[in-house]
C-alpha cells in the first residue's frame, strides 16, 4: 500500500472514529474526546495532502457491481493543495470548537457531524471520476448542513438558513450532475481521465462549462447565486461558519481549477470573459455589502462573495490569456487564483474564528453594541487585527501578495511581445484592474470599521463593558491563524512556487523565490520582496515613533476635564462613530445600487410640536439580488403551488389519469 493510500484510510478510520465516540460518549467528555479526533483527522489530511503536493501517487479502489468505472480516491498534485487547505482550517476550527461549542452545538449530532463534514471536503479533491466526486460532495454537503441546523429548534432564523442552504446546495449538485452527465455521454466513461477527452469547443463541451461554472460558483459564493451566504454563515457556529467560509466554498473553487485546468483546458475566449464578468461582479456586489454591514458575521459573510469574486476573477483572466497564447500573464493569473484562495482561507477563518470570541466574551456581534475591546481581549484583538490586514490586502500579509500577483497579470496581459493580444484581453484587463481598485479600497474601509468600531474607543454596552478573553484553547486557534496571515506574507516565494508546482511543471516556472523570502514573475517581469518593504517600513517608521515618544515625555497627556468642552469629560460612547454611522456617507454614494430603506421616528413632549424628546433612525439594507431576483420567483411558484393543490384532491380517478397520460407521454417520447 502506498502513502497515500494508507493516508486516505487513516483519515476515512479517524473520521468514523470522531463520529461514533461522539454518538456514544458522555456529555462531559464528549466535546473533548471528538474534537481530538477531529484534530487528529486533520493533521491527517494535512500530511496527505502535502505528501500528494509532492508527486506521490497511489490511493484507494473501490470496486462497484455496476457497468461503470471503478471509484477511485487518489489525489494528484492540485488535489493535495485543497486537501491541504481544507485540513489547515480543519485543524483551527477544531481546537477552536473543544472550548466555544456550547448548547445545540455541543450535541452529540453536531459533534457527530464535524468529523463527517470534515472528512467530506477531504474527499472531493481525492476524486478522480465523476461519482466518487459527486459523492464525497453530498457528504460534505450533509455534515455541513446538520452542523447549521443544530439551533433550529430555538431560533427560527436558523431553520429559515437551512431550508436556503439545502435548496442552494442541492441546486449546485444538480447542475454539477448535469455537468459531468454531458461530459459522460459524449465521451463514454466517468472518470477525470476518460472525461478530459471530450471533444474542444463542441456543444457539448460549452454547455458541461456553463453547467460546472454555475454549479461549482453557487458553492463558491458567486453572485447571483450568493443568496444562501448572508442567512447561513451568520447563523451557523462561528466554527461551523470559520469552516465553510475558510474551507467548504475553496471546493467550489477546485471544481473550477478542475474544469479550467484538467477537464476542459482547451477553452474559447468567452469562457475567460464569461468567468471574469461572474468574479467581477460578485467582487464589487460582495464588498458593498460588507461594508454597510453593522452585523459583524454577516460583514464576513459578504466580504468572502468578494474574495471569490477575485479568485474567479483571476481564474477568468488566466482562461482569457491562456486562449490568445499569452502564457507567461496566464500563469501568473492562475497562480495569483491559487494563492488568493491560500490566503483566504487562513484570515477568513481566523476572523469568523474572531467574531467567535467576541461572542463568546459578550453575546454581541452588532458592532454598533461593542467598543473597547482591545484593552479587555487583546489575544483575540491582536488576532483579528492581524487577518483584517489580510484581508484588507495591506503589506506583508498573504492577502497582499496574492493581490499584487494577480494585479501585475492583469496589467501585464493586454500585451504579448509589446503587441496587442487581443481587442477582448486589451478591454477586459484594464476594467478587472479598475475592479480590483475599487474593491480593495472598500476592503480597506470595511476592516478599518470592523476592528475599529469593535475593538477601540470605549465600550457601547455593558456586555462589552464587562467582556473577558477567550479560553486558552480558543486563543492558540486564533494565534495560528494570525500567524499564518504573516508567514503567507513575509515568505511568498517558497508559498508561490509550491503553489505553482501543483498545476503543471510549466506553471512551476512562472513564479520562483527570490531574496529572504520574495518571489518573482520571470514571464513578466516582475519582483516583490516582503523582508525589503519591513525594512523600508522600519526606517521610515522608527524616527516617527522616536519623535513621538520624547514628544509624550515634554507633554504629558492630560486626564483632567476639559474646560473647552464645558466642564464634560472626554468623548463619551455616544459621542463616537458607530458601524452604522461610519458607513452612511458610502451608502449615500451607492444608494442606487444598494436601495437602502430608512425609517425616522420622532417623539415630542406631551402635546407640544417644537419640543422633541427622542429621535429613532432605523436603516435596513436589504439584499437587492434577493429581493429583486429570487423573491418575485419564489412568490410566483408559491401561487402556482397552491393552485397545484387542487390536482391532488385524493381522487383515486384522477390519479389513475395522470398516470395514464404519463404512461402515454412515455410512450411517445420512447417512439421518438
Same mark, same amino acid.
Given at each position: 500500500?502506498?502513502?497515500?493510500?494508507?493516508?486516505?484510510?487513516?483519515?476515512?478510520?479517524?473520521?468514523?472514529?470522531?463520529?461514533?465516540?461522539?454518538?456514544?460518549?458522555?456529555?462531559?467528555?464528549?466535546?473533548?474526546?471528538?474534537?481530538?479526533?477531529?484534530?487528529?483527522?486533520?493533521?491527517?489530511?494535512?500530511?496527505?495532502?502535502?505528501?500528494?503536493?509532492?508527486?506521490?501517487?497511489?490511493?484507494?479502489?473501490?470496486?462497484?457491481?455496476?457497468?461503470?468505472?471503478?471509484?477511485?480516491?487518489?489525489?494528484?498534485?492540485?488535489?493535495?493543495?485543497?486537501?491541504?487547505?481544507?485540513?489547515?482550517?480543519?485543524?483551527?476550527?477544531?481546537?477552536?470548537?473543544?472550548?466555544?461549542?456550547?448548547?445545540?452545538?455541543?450535541?452529540?449530532?453536531?459533534?457527530?457531524?464535524?468529523?463527517?463534514?470534515?472528512?467530506?471536503?477531504?474527499?472531493?479533491?481525492?476524486?478522480?471520476?465523476?461519482?466518487?466526486?459527486?459523492?464525497?460532495?453530498?457528504?460534505?454537503?450533509?455534515?455541513?448542513?446538520?452542523?447549521?441546523?443544530?439551533?433550529?429548534?430555538?431560533?427560527?432564523?436558523?431553520?429559515?438558513?437551512?431550508?436556503?442552504?439545502?435548496?442552494?446546495?442541492?441546486?449546485?449538485?444538480?447542475?454539477?450532475?448535469?455537468?459531468?452527465?454531458?461530459?459522460?455521454?459524449?465521451?463514454?466513461?466517468?472518470?477525470?481521465?476518460?472525461?478530459?477527452?471530450?471533444?474542444?469547443?463542441?456543444?457539448?463541451?460549452?454547455?458541461?462549462?456553463?453547467?460546472?461554472?454555475?454549479?461549482?460558483?453557487?458553492?463558491?459564493?458567486?453572485?447571483?447565486?450568493?443568496?444562501?451566504?448572508?442567512?447561513?454563515?451568520?447563523?451557523?457556529?462561528?466554527?461551523?461558519?470559520?469552516?465553510?467560509?475558510?474551507?467548504?466554498?475553496?471546493?467550489?473553487?477546485?471544481?473550477?481549477?478542475?474544469?479550467?485546468?484538467?477537464?476542459?483546458?482547451?477553452?474559447?475566449?468567452?469562457?475567460?470573459?464569461?468567468?471574469?464578468?461572474?468574479?467581477?461582479?460578485?467582487?464589487?456586489?460582495?464588498?458593498?455589502?460588507?461594508?454597510?454591514?453593522?452585523?459583524?458575521?454577516?460583514?464576513?459573510?459578504?466580504?468572502?462573495?468578494?474574495?471569490?469574486?477575485?479568485?474567479?476573477?483571476?481564474?477568468?483572466?488566466?482562461?482569457?490569456?491562456?486562449?490568445?497564447?499569452?502564457?507567461?500573464?496566464?500563469?501568473?493569473?492562475?497562480?495569483?487564483?491559487?494563492?488568493?484562495?491560500?490566503?483566504?482561507?487562513?484570515?477568513?477563518?481566523?476572523?469568523?474564528?474572531?467574531?467567535?470570541?467576541?461572542?463568546?466574551?459578550?453575546?454581541?456581534?452588532?458592532?454598533?453594541?461593542?467598543?473597547?475591546?482591545?484593552?479587555?481581549?487583546?489575544?483575540?484583538?491582536?488576532?483579528?487585527?492581524?487577518?483584517?490586514?489580510?484581508?484588507?490586502?495591506?503589506?506583508?500579509?498573504?492577502?497582499?501578495?496574492?493581490?499584487?500577483?494577480?494585479?501585475?497579470?492583469?496589467?501585464?496581459?493586454?500585451?504579448?511581445?509589446?503587441?496587442?493580444?487581443?481587442?477582448?484581453?486589451?478591454?477586459?484587463?484594464?476594467?478587472?484592474?479598475?475592479?480590483?481598485?475599487?474593491?480593495?479600497?472598500?476592503?480597506?474601509?470595511?476592516?478599518?470599521?470592523?476592528?475599529?468600531?469593535?475593538?477601540? $474607543? !470605549? &465600550? =457601547?454596552?455593558?456586555?462589552? @463593558?464587562? %467582556?473577558?478573553?477567550? *479560553?486558552?484553547?480558543?486563543?492558540?486557534?486564533? +494565534? /495560528?491563524?494570525?500567524?499564518?496571515?504573516?508567514?503567507?506574507?513575509?515568505?511568498?516565494?517558497?508559498?508561490?512556487?509550491?503553489?505553482?508546482?501543483?498545476?503543471?511543471?510549466?506553471?512551476?516556472?512562472?513564479?520562483?523565490?527570490?531574496?529572504?523570502?520574495?518571489?518573482?514573475?520571470?514571464?513578466?517581469?516582475?519582483?516583490?520582496?516582503?523582508?525589503?518593504?519591513?525594512?523600508?517600513?522600519?526606517?521610515?517608521?522608527?524616527?516617527?515613533?522616536?519623535?513621538?515618544?520624547?514628544?509624550?515625555?515634554?507633554?504629558?497627556?492630560?486626564?483632567?476635564?476639559?474646560?473647552?468642552?464645558?466642564?464634560?469629560?472626554? $468623548? !463619551? &460612547? =455616544?459621542?463616537?462613530?458607530? @458601524?452604522? %454611522?461610519?458607513?452612511? *456617507?458610502?451608502?449615500?454614494?451607492?444608494?442606487? +445600487? /444598494?436601495?437602502?430603506?430608512?425609517?425616522?421616528?420622532?417623539?415630542?413632549?406631551?402635546?407640544?410640536?417644537?419640543?422633541?424628546?427622542?429621535?429613532?433612525?432605523?436603516?435596513?439594507?436589504?439584499?437587492?439580488?434577493?429581493?429583486?431576483?429570487?423573491?418575485?420567483?419564489?412568490?410566483?411558484?408559491?401561487?402556482?403551488?397552491?393552485?397545484?393543490?387542487?390536482?391532488?384532491?385524493?381522487?383515486?380517478?384522477?390519479?389513475?389519469?395522470?398516470?395514464?397520460?404519463?404512461?402515454?407521454?412515455?410512450?411517445?417520447?420512447?417512439?421518438?
Amino acid at each position: 500500500m502506498t502513502v497515500l493510500g494508507a493516508g486516505l484510510i487513516l483519515q476515512l478510520v479517524l473520521a468514523a472514529v470522531a463520529a461514533v465516540t461522539a454518538l456514544t460518549c458522555a456529555p462531559a467528555v464528549r466535546a473533548t474526546a471528538t474534537g481530538i479526533l477531529s484534530t487528529l483527522l486533520a493533521l491527517a489530511g494535512l500530511l496527505t495532502g502535502a505528501v500528494a503536493m509532492t508527486g506521490a501517487t497511489g490511493g484507494i479502489l473501490i470496486p462497484v457491481a455496476l457497468p461503470m468505472d471503478p471509484l477511485i480516491l487518489a489525489p494528484d498534485r492540485l488535489g493535495g493543495l485543497f486537501m491541504v487547505i481544507v485540513s489547515f482550517v480543519g485543524v483551527l476550527v477544531t481546537i477552536f470548537g473543544i472550548s466555544s461549542a456550547t448548547g445545540p452545538a455541543s450535541s452529540r449530532t453536531a459533534w457527530a457531524a464535524l468529523p463527517v463534514f470534515l472528512v467530506g471536503m477531504q474527499l472531493v479533491p481525492a476524486a478522480t471520476d465523476s461519482v466518487s466526486f459527486l459523492l464525497a460532495w453530498e457528504v460534505m454537503t450533509l455534515g455541513s448542513t446538520v452542523l447549521l441546523m443544530a439551533d433550529h429548534a430555538s431560533r427560527v432564523s436558523v431553520a429559515s438558513a437551512g431550508i436556503w442552504y439545502s435548496a442552494m446546495s442541492q441546486l449546485s449538485f444538480f447542475l454539477v450532475l448535469a455537468g459531468f452527465a454531458v461530459m459522460a455521454a459524449a465521451t463514454g466513461g466517468t472518470s477525470f481521465a476518460t472525461l478530459a477527452t471530450i471533444e474542444p469547443g463542441s456543444w457539448a463541451a460549452n454547455l458541461a462549462f456553463v453547467l460546472f461554472l454555475l454549479g461549482f460558483g453557487g458553492k463558491a459564493e458567486l453572485v447571483p447565486l450568493h443568496v444562501w451566504v448572508p442567512r447561513v454563515l451568520p447563523e451557523a457556529p462561528s466554527h461551523v461558519s470559520a469552516a465553510m467560509s475558510g474551507a467548504m466554498v475553496k471546493i467550489g473553487v477546485y471544481g473550477a481549477l478542475l474544469v479550467c485546468v484538467r477537464l476542459l483546458p482547451e477553452a474559447p475566449p468567452w469562457w475567460g470573459i464569461l468567468i471574469m464578468v461572474l468574479g467581477g461582479a460578485s467582487a464589487l456586489y460582495g464588498i458593498l455589502q460588507a461594508s454597510v454591514s453593522s452585523d459583524l458575521k454577516v460583514l464576513l459573510a459578504y466580504s468572502t462573495t468578494e474574495n471569490m469574486g477575485l479568485v474567479f476573477l483571476g481564474l477568468g483572466a488566466s482562461v482569457l490569456l491562456r486562449s490568445y497564447d499569452a502564457t507567461a500573464a496566464a500563469d501568473a493569473a492562475l497562480i495569483a487564483a491559487l494563492l488568493l484562495a491560500v490566503s483566504h482561507a487562513v484570515f477568513k477563518a481566523t476572523l469568523f474564528l474572531g467574531a467567535g470570541a467576541i461572542i463568546h466574551s459578550t453575546g454581541e456581534r452588532n458592532l454598533d453594541n461593542l467598543g473597547g475591546l482591545g484593552a479587555r481581549i487583546p489575544w483575540t484583538a491582536f488576532s483579528f487585527g492581524i487577518a483584517s490586514l489580510g484581508a484588507a490586502a495591506i503589506p506583508i500579509t498573504s492577502g497582499f501578495v496574492a493581490e499584487w500577483m494577480l494585479l501585475q497579470s492583469l496589467i501585464h496581459g493586454g500585451r504579448l511581445n509589446g503587441e496587442v493580444v487581443s481587442v477582448a484581453a486589451s478591454v477586459a484587463m484594464p476594467l478587472a484592474v479598475a475592479v480590483i481598485a475599487l474593491t480593495a479600497g472598500l476592503a480597506l474601509l470595511t476592516f478599518v470599521k470592523a476592528y475599529g468600531i469593535a475593538f477601540l $474607543a !470605549r &465600550p =457601547r454596552s455593558a456586555a462589552a @463593558a464587562l %467582556s473577558r478573553e477567550v *479560553p486558552p484553547l480558543m486563543r492558540v486557534s486564533l +494565534v /495560528l491563524g494570525a500567524l499564518g496571515v504573516l508567514t503567507l506574507g513575509l515568505v511568498p516565494g517558497p508559498v508561490a512556487a509550491v503553489v505553482a508546482a501543483t498545476v503543471g511543471p510549466k506553471t512551476a516556472l512562472a513564479a520562483v523565490p527570490v531574496g529572504l523570502g520574495g518571489v518573482a514573475l520571470p514571464g513578466i517581469g516582475a519582483v516583490l520582496d516582503p523582508i525589503m518593504l519591513v525594512v523600508l517600513a522600519a526606517l521610515v517608521a522608527i524616527p516617527i515613533l522616536i519623535a513621538i515618544v520624547v514628544s509624550a515625555r515634554r507633554h504629558p497627556a492630560r486626564t483632567s476635564d476639559l474646560p473647552w468642552g464645558g466642564g464634560g469629560s472626554r $468623548a !463619551r &460612547p =455616544r459621542m463616537q462613530y458607530t @458601524a452604522t %454611522s461610519y458607513a452612511e *456617507p458610502l451608502v449615500r454614494v451607492f444608494d442606487d +445600487v /444598494l436601495k437602502p430603506s430608512r425609517d425616522v421616528q420622532v417623539t415630542h413632549v406631551g402635546e407640544s410640536r417644537y419640543l422633541v424628546e427622542r429621535v429613532t433612525v432605523e436603516q435596513r439594507v436589504s439584499d437587492v439580488i434577493e429581493t429583486r431576483l429570487y423573491r418575485p420567483v419564489l412568490n410566483l411558484l408559491q401561487r402556482y403551488g397552491v393552485l397545484a393543490r387542487h390536482a391532488a384532491n385524493g381522487s383515486i380517478h384522477r390519479y389513475l389519469t395522470y398516470s395514464f397520460v404519463a404512461f402515454l407521454i412515455v410512450l411517445i417520447v420512447v417512439s421518438l
